[in-house]
């Protein structure tokens, strides 16, 4: 199984829609493996954006990210990090589908709602970022037999 990182963005928080948002990846079948609020620092930051780090937009980006305080998930599933972007939608929020998360929820590209891993290797990066060893749980889910088949495991 894979584990990806999802952060709910400061546009999430501040019109309290996180509920919202993460029973869509509840109700999908993904489990949560860890949670927590922070603020984003200036070097977590130039580290999580830095192949944006020199574009003129990246000050806007970080203006975002740094308007409140996020939260961060680590979550788990069979092919979760692809579940995940379908779940979320294209990252302009008016040209994403209705049903995704940034369809129903986002009219913008900026204030999108939320950021998700966009492949295993970025995942596993990301995680370490923003998680310390111990804050994700390894307590396999006793729903596991209902949500996958044997072979899918």
């Known amino acids: 199984m894979q584990v990806t990182l999802v952060i709910l963005k400061p546009s999430a928080v501040q019109r309290g829609i996180l ?12 489990q949560i493996v860890g949670m927590k609020m922070m603020c984003l ?16 937009f990246y000050g806007r980006i970080k203006a975002s990210m740094q ?3 996020v939260v961060v998930m680590a979550l ?4 979760v990090v ?16 209705p049903g995704t998360i940034r369809g129903d ?16 290797d970025t995942a596993a990066a990301e995680l370490k970022r923003f998680f310390n060893p111990g804050e994700i749980v390894d307590d396999p889910p006793f729903l596991i037999p209902f949500l996958y088949a044997q072979d899918e495991l």
Request: charged share 25%; net charge negative.
């Open 76 to 79: 788990k599933g069979v092919d």
């Open 41 to 56: 620092s200036d070097e977590i930051l130039a580290e999580h954006y830095a192949h944006l780090f020199n574009k003129p």
């Open 19 to 30: 509920g919202e948002v993460i029973s869509r990846f509840e109700k999908k079948g993904i």
């Open 105 to 120: 929820y986002s009219m913008s590209v900026q204030e999108n709602i939320v950021h998700a891993s966009d492949s295993p």
């Open 82 to 97: 692809n579940i995940v972007r379908k779940l979320t939608g294209v990252t302009n929020g008016r040209e994403a589908l």
């Open 67 to 69: 308007a409140g305080p």
